[in-house]
């Protein structure tokens, strides 16, 4: 079972940039599949980026040219990195992992951050 925890959100000023961490308890070997996620107040969980076990990525449309997902599997963790933040970018974000285990998939969340574009 792997447990994730999420890191680098906080205040920026429009046009400014956050890197997030979301690191994972275990090892990433059996994870096929990882995104990031957001949620504004009042709002439904969207889909930021996506990122595949074979490296493929795809990004909502709000955010191409702005986000860059990537990850480190010597360290279990996933960054998402965001540029030119837009006040409509406030939101907590989310890191999902799908594992395949034994047949199984399952998949996990971390605790969210959250993230602050205000001038």
């Known amino acids: 079972q792997l447990q994730l925890v999420e890191s680098g959100g906080g205040l920026v000023q429009p046009g400014g940039s956050l890197r997030l961490s979301c690191e994972a308890s275990?090892?990433?070997?059996?994870?096929?599949?990882m995104g990031w996620y957001r949620q504004a107040p009042g709002k439904r969980r969207e889909l930021v980026a996506g990122l595949g076990s074979g490296g493929s990525t795809n990004y909502a449309g709000f955010v191409k040219g702005r986000f860059t997902i990537s990850r480190d599997n010597a360290k279990s963790t996933v960054y998402l990195q965001m540029n030119s933040l837009k006040p409509e970018d406030t939101a907590v974000y989310y890191c999902?992992?799908?594992?395949?285990?034994?047949?199984?998939?399952?998949?996990?969340w971390g605790q969210g951050t959250q993230v602050t574009v205000s001038s």
């Open positions: 275990g090892s990433m070997v059996n994870v096929y599949a």
């Open positions: 999902n992992m799908a594992e395949l285990r034994d047949g199984v998939s399952t998949g996990y």
